[in-house]
């Protein structure tokens, strides 16, 4: 019931504030690719395309509008999910606290996550950073699932989102899983055969890149790189266009770059940091969910400082939508440090 009202709410909040036709930087081009199944840029953003087709199927508004609301419907998608890693979280961290304080903390830091500038602006709008938010939630679950339990069910599903991750961003996804693997690793190294069956879930995730040369083929409207032969497919989804552009982008010095994206993960939810600072500071003195603190202190830096390297401008929404993996650690430190006072209270209170 939590989950579905979360949903209903993010949801609800998304649309009355999505762009009503198209947007500002890519919308246009990934409104194009859905009204036409057409192949966008690098990487080809195969689910993306698919599941803006189906939207513009929804007799709601204009195409433009429509493919704003997917975006809509894949952010709230996402808080549903996020809720759940965070409770899974909480009952791993606290197993003797009640569980409806496990489900008000995740609920809480939930609705923060989904109010926070790095994804309101990503939720409103055409683009493919609604759908890699799902992912990494998704992702984010398998996680802390497989922390607490070492169940080979969380690396096939862990695997899986991955694959479709790297065919929607890879960039944005690779500074999220290299940590989290190591992670996973770190907790508990999965045997031979979850590695086998995670590779081939990994696959599975990663055939979404079929629909490119498929597509390519029937010559669509928009057919970025004309991905139709192995090797253009191959420089589609390698993103070797962008390669030099994506440095070049880098116009201030790395302090400057540094200084401006912790401004801007302070103003898209002063909360979080603060609580984020508790969490790593309590995990590592207590030893409880170190690892986890750790794993996830990793994942932002590793996005803060790719951000660095390509540059960091605030006034460009697609640069705060890089710090997603930031934003998402943050929230899980934030967890850790209000559950283990929780912990701390309890304790107390039994002495």
């Known amino acids: 019931m939590v989950g579905a009202a979360l949903f209903v709410v993010a949801f609800g909040v998304f649309t009355a504030t999505c762009a009503p036709a198209i947007s500002w930087l890519d919308s246009s081009e990934f409104i194009a690719a859905a009204a036409g199944l057409g192949v966008p840029h690098s ?3 195969p689910l993306q395309a698919m599941l803006g087709r189906a939207a513009t199927l929804v007799p709601i508004g204009d195409v433009a509008f429509r493919v704003n609301l997917l975006s809509a419907l894949l952010s709230a998608g996402s808080i ?5 890693a965070l409770r899974r979280l909480g009952r791993g961290i606290a197993p003797d606290a009640p569980d409806r304080a496990h489900t008000l903390i995740a609920a809480a830091l939930a609705s923060a996550f989904a109010v926070s500038g790095a994804v309101w602006m990503q939720a409103i709008r055409a683009d493919v950073y609604g759908l890699e938010l ?9 996680v802390i699932g497989y922390v607490f339990t070492q169940r080979i069910s969380y690396v096939l599903r862990f695997a899986f989102a991955t694959g479709l991750g790297l065919a929607t961003h890879h960039y944005i996804t690779l500074t999220f899983v290299l ?21 081939a879930s990994g696959t599975l995730g990663l055939a979404a890149f079929a629909y490119l040369p498929v597509r390519a083929s029937a010559e669509p409207l928009l057919n970025w790189g004309h991905p139709d032969s192995l090797g253009r497919l191959l420089w589609t989804i390698s993103g070797r266009a962008f390669a030099k552009s994506m440095t070049d982008e880098h116009t201030s010095s790395a302090g400057t770059d540094g200084l401006q994206i912790i401004a801007g993960l302070i103003a898209s939810n002063p909360l979080l940091p603060l609580l984020g ?7 590592v003195r207590l030893g409880r969910g170190r690892k986890l603190a ?3 202190s990793l994942a932002i830096a590793l996005a803060v400082l790719g ?3 390509l540059g960091f401008d605030p006034e460009t929404p697609d640069h705060y939508a890089y710090l997603l993996p930031a934003v998402i650690g943050l929230l899980v430190l934030s967890s850790i440090g209000i559950e283990l006072l929780l912990v701390a209270v309890g304790d107390k209170q039994n002495q």
């Open 134 to 142: 799902l992912l990494l939630a998704l992702t984010l679950d398998a």
């Open 277 to 283: 600072l508790l969490g790593l500071y309590l995990a």
């Open 307 to 309: 951000r660095v390297v």
């Open 179 to 199: 940590p989290a693997a190591a992670l996973m690793l770190w907790v508990k190294r999965p045997s031979l055969s979850a590695v086998t069956a995670g590779l």
């Open 80 to 84: 549903v999910v996020v809720f759940q």
């Open 43 to 45: 990487p080809g953003h």
């Open 294 to 296: 750790l794993g996830f």
